[in-house]
């Protein structure tokens, strides 16, 4: 297993459940702007190691989700923001800032979990 990408949780926005019911999670690195700060999984230690592509593996904590599409803005969203939204809705194609993962819910995020990409 090759590490694509990795960094760890260091805040929960008060607002961030609120895309729940979309199956939508937004990271940003922990220096969001402020008004975008409450929605947001802020995150730390963003660390590219290559590019992330469709096949590859997302694990937050301790669970594993199959990423099936990367839009074309991905990378360079995470690599100078951190800044991408997750959708666990199965999706082959969608907008430009988002990964898209296997159909699944949501999964419990908490400060200090670790959120990575891997290919198998």
Known sequence: MSLVYQTRVTGIGELAAVFSGEKMIIL?????????????????????YGSIQAGDWLRIGDKEFRITFVGDEVEQNLSNLGHITL??????????????????????????????????
């Open 28 to 48: 940003f690195k922990d220096n969001a702007p402020e008004e975008l700060a409450d929605y947001c999984i802020l995150h730390s230690g963003n660390t590219m």
């Open 87 to 120: 959708r666990f809705d199965g999706q082959t194609d969608g907008l430009g800032g988002s990964v898209y993962l296997e159909d699944s819910e949501l999964p419990q995020l908490q400060v200090g979990d670790c959120i990575s990409v891997a290919r198998k």
